[in-house]
């Protein structure tokens, strides 16, 4: 959690101590987005019945971009934290992100869209997740998990079609699982604990798995009718060693509506297949693994969107 808050912390003063002018270093640019999303629905004497709620979320995109000549980096930090409080029932988190994305790249010349690229992405989340409405076992935590994508390739960056696609046939790719629990159930696709026939544990989880394997991004975004533009991003990844060909995907698409300079709408989905997911139900007061599932989440808002 304590290197979560780090990692916000630097960029936010990174941010604020490197906003950079085209006056005084052209090459950077920078753009910083930060947005809060509010639904709520109240019953006061209603005879048809229904629950009183209100959702919020708090969402920022922080970009640094460096080009120069036959140089390209491009850094990104996406942040994302909602909540959603209903009459009788406890606080519940509805959205948890932290990622941050940064790729450096080089052409042979200035008239080419193509670049030699090394890319880094690092994905967790800032507080523990429940599968509601049992809150006495985290199923998932801060660095638990946590990925880390490594790799060298080609990409091609189109600045004025906002068209990015990266292919790497070698990438490396780290699970971390650093809560000692969730290590030891084999959590999220790490080697689990070993256990004795009294239930004793043997042998420790490993809280890091790492895969070497072939990865695929695509951005894309297009403004498609007056005030409706249209965002989306696809990450696929396979292992070289461990069932190649079976295909991580995580694949967000994003619809914004714009209202005036600061009101936005929103409509979208994240949808995520990793075979190392092990999808969990309750069964007598137990979380039982069924198996890995394809995970939707929709997404639907208004609300108020700064740019600086």
Do not use: C
């Amino acid at each position: 959690m304590k290197l979560a808050h780090f990692l916000v912390s630097f960029f936010i003063i990174f941010s604020s101590t490197f906003s950079f002018s085209q006056d005084s270093i052209s090459s950077w640019k920078h753009k910083n987005t930060v947005g809060f999303d509010l639904s709520e629905i109240a019953f006061v004497n209603w005879s048809a019945g229904g629950q009183s709620s209100v959702s919020g979320l708090l969402k920022g995109d922080f970009n640094r971009t460096y080009k120069r000549q036959n140089v390209l980096w491009l850094n990104e930090l996406i942040v994302r934290y909602g909540v959603n409080k209903q009459d009788g029932v406890e606080v519940r988190k509805t959205d948890d992100v932290l990622r941050f994305n940064s790729t450096f790249g080089y052409r042979k010349d200035t008239l080419s869209n193509w670049y030699h690229s090394i890319k880094f992405n690092f994905n967790t989340q800032f507080t523990n997740g429940y599968n509601y409405p049992n809150t006495n076992l985290a199923i998932s935590k801060p660095f638990a998990p946590a990925y880390t994508f490594f790799g060298m390739g080609a990409e091609y960056f189109n600045k004025e079609k906002k068209f990015v696609f990266y292919f790497s046939p070698l990438t490396l790719k780290n699970t971390l699982v650093l809560d000692r629990r969730l290590a030891n159930q084999g959590a999220f696709g790490v080697e689990k604990a070993v256990y004795d026939t009294n239930g004793n544990i043997i042998s420790e989880g490993k809280r890091t798995k790492t895969e070497l394997g072939v990865l695929v991004t695509n951005y894309y975004k297009k403004e498609i009718a007056k005030n409706i533009t249209f965002e989306n991003r696809l990450v696929l990844y396979s292992d070289y060693l461990n069932h190649f060909g079976n295909i991580d995907v995580d694949w967000q698409t994003l619809f914004d509506l714009i209202v005036n300079q600061y009101v936005k709408a929103n409509i979208g989905f994240n949808l995520i297949y990793d075979d190392d997911i092990k999808a969990k139900k309750e069964s007598n007061g137990e979380q039982i693994s069924v198996g890995p599932k394809v995970q939707l989440k929709q997404m639907l808002g208004i609300g108020l969107e700064y740019n600086f």
